[in-house]
């Protein structure tokens, strides 16, 4: 069963970039897409985007000018980057898994979640 | 961006209450939307997906139905354990969202 735990500073600077790394164990990162979800304190889950394993990326617009996903085959992980982060980027961050729900399945899900990392952003 | 909404935003109940939450896709999205519950400082867990499809070891009392932009979750009979926040998201297309989140809450 695959497992994800996210890791990375619990406290970033403003204007500083915030940067965190989700390992996958239990399975390989050569299959399926990997997504970041973040949640602000006491409000609901905003997606920030996804990569696929050979390094394909699709970032949510809101956040694109600011965000790099990247994926380390050898290390069976995958990364966040954020830069010029501001107190708004202040949430729990967290890894997910983006499957289909078959081999010829369209039906996409996050069945598998890391437990989450807070990052809270202040000088 | 395809946009979810989420009724009521909180409800309380009894045990053994029957519960509906709603969520409305602002486009059609056909079937591809999940249903996800979340306890209080614990990630999100997989409900349901394609709309009526119950994942891997989500006991039977939970259901959802509903097509194109109408989608409801019911939970029939609802446990002491099913206290918790619950969050409708599409997957029709990308950016991927989520509705803002339906509380449920003790009576």
């Known amino acids: 069963q695959v497992q994800l735990q996210e890791s990375g500073p619990g406290l970033v600077k403003p204007s500083e970039p915030l940067s965190l790394t989700c390992a996958v164990s239990g399975g390989s990162i050569s299959s399926y897409y990997w997504s970041w979800i973040r949640q602000p304190p006491g409000k609901g889950l905003e997606w920030i985007g996804y990569i696929y394993y050979t390094g394909t990326t699709t970032y949510n617009p809101s956040l694109k000018s600011r965000v790099t996903i990247s994926v380390d085959t050898s290390k069976n992980d995958f990364s966040l980057r954020l830069t010029s982060v501001t107190a708004a980027d202040t949430a729990v961050y967290y890894c997910?898994?983006?499957?289909?729900?078959?081999?010829?399945?369209?039906?996409?899900?996050?069945?598998?979640w890391g437990k989450g990392t807070t990052v809270t952003v202040s000088s | 961006d395809i946009q979810m909404t989420q009724s009521p935003s909180s409800l309380s109940a009894y045990v053994g209450d029957r519960v509906t939450i709603t969520c409305r896709a602002s486009q059609s999205i056909s079937t591809y939307l999940n249903w996800y519950q979340q306890k209080s400082g614990k990630a999100p867990k997989l409900l349901i997906y394609a709309a009526s499809s119950l994942h891997s070891g989500v006991p039977s009392r939970f259901s959802g139905s509903g097509s194109g932009t109408d989608f409801t979750l019911t939970i029939s009979g609802l446990q002491p354990e099913d206290f918790a926040i619950y969050y409708c998201q599409q997957s029709y297309s990308t950016p991927r969202t989520f509705g803002q989140g339906t509380k449920v809450e003790f009576k």
């Open positions: 997910a898994t983006d499957r289909a729900a078959g081999t010829n399945s369209f039906y996409y899900y996050m069945d598998v």
